[in-house]
């Protein structure tokens, strides 16, 4: 409740301005127990408006993790999709429309992010059921592939390397990883670990 008080402020002397100085005085009033809000409704009001911010914010959220993280092709974290040099998802139909030379090679992005090539078939429709880890096994280098030479040389230190990834000349001490290549329901290609026998050299794979 509010209440107010009318009272003129004279000096101590009278003057013709006394009249102008009178002002208004306002005080406050004990407020009473029955206008302050009730806590419980607060509470409810308060929740309320939580859950009507955090509905729309988590949506968002929720549209840039799966813009950030898109889904695997499988529940397999170990799987990754083959990506160009623009790091966009490979599809296979238009790889092979591009590629379809037999034994064709170019280098994409696979696991770890490493360079891997893939690799037409000798029909010029599918691809190789593996692919070829670019970095050179002696000191990490990128080996490019020679094709008028049919194999992957070093040009850091001169490793060469046949059409499998296999060494014929060092100083490279060990075979190029694999990696599996898949095609997915979607004709998305990608990568999985290699982790049984290196079929080039009949050995566990050095690279587990």
Same mark, same amino acid.
């Given at each position: *409740?509010?209440?107010?008080?009318?009272?003129?402020?004279?000096?101590?002397?009278?003057?013709?301005?006394?009249?102008?100085?009178?002002?208004?005085?306002?005080?406050?009033?004990? *407020?009473?127990?029955?206008?302050?809000?009730?806590?419980?409704?607060?509470?409810? *009001?308060?929740?309320?408006?939580?859950?009507?911010?955090?509905?729309?914010?988590? *949506?968002?959220?929720?549209?840039?993790?799966?813009?950030?993280?898109?889904?695997?092709?499988?529940?397999?974290?170990?799987?990754? %999709?083959?990506?160009?040099?623009?790091?966009?998802?490979?599809?296979?139909?238009?790889?092979?429309?591009?590629?379809?030379?037999?034994?064709?090679?170019?280098?994409?992005?696979?696991?770890?992010?490493?360079?891997? %090539?893939?690799?037409?078939?000798?029909?010029?429709?599918?691809?190789?059921?593996?692919?070829?880890?670019?970095?050179?096994?002696?000191?990490?280098?990128?080996?490019?592939? /020679?094709?008028?030479?049919?194999?992957? /040389?070093?040009?850091?230190?001169?490793?060469?390397?046949?059409?499998?990834?296999?060494?014929?000349?060092?100083?490279?001490?060990?075979?190029?990883?694999?990696?599996?290549? %898949?095609?997915?329901?979607?004709?998305?290609?990608?990568?999985?670990?290699?982790?049984?026998?290196?079929?080039?050299?009949?050995?566990?794979?050095?690279?587990?």
């Amino acid at each position: *409740m509010l209440s107010q008080k009318s009272s003129c402020i004279l000096p101590s002397s009278f003057s013709k301005r006394a009249d102008k100085r009178c002002r208004r005085v306002v005080t406050r009033s004990n *407020m009473s127990v029955s206008d302050v809000p009730d806590r419980d409704k607060r509470d409810t *009001m308060n929740t309320l408006l939580l859950a009507g911010v955090a509905l729309p914010s988590s *949506m968002i959220a929720g549209s840039y993790l799966d813009f950030l993280y898109p889904p695997r092709p499988s529940q397999d974290r170990e799987v990754q %999709y083959a990506k160009d040099l623009f790091g966009n998802n490979i599809k296979h139909s238009v790889w092979i429309q591009n590629h379809s030379t037999p034994l064709e090679r170019e280098l994409t992005q696979g696991l770890n992010g490493d360079p891997t %090539y893939l690799i037409t078939q000798n029909d010029g429709l599918h691809l190789q059921g593996y692919g070829i880890n670019s970095i050179c096994t002696h000191l990490g280098c990128v080996v490019p592939w /020679i094709s008028s030479q049919n194999k992957f /040389i070093c040009p850091c230190h001169g490793s060469q390397y046949n059409a499998e990834g296999n060494v014929v000349r060092g100083p490279a001490p060990l075979p190029l990883a694999l990696a599996h290549v %898949y095609t997915d329901d979607n004709d998305t290609v990608f990568f999985r670990p290699w982790k049984e026998e290196d079929f080039r050299t009949h050995d566990s794979p050095w690279w587990n």
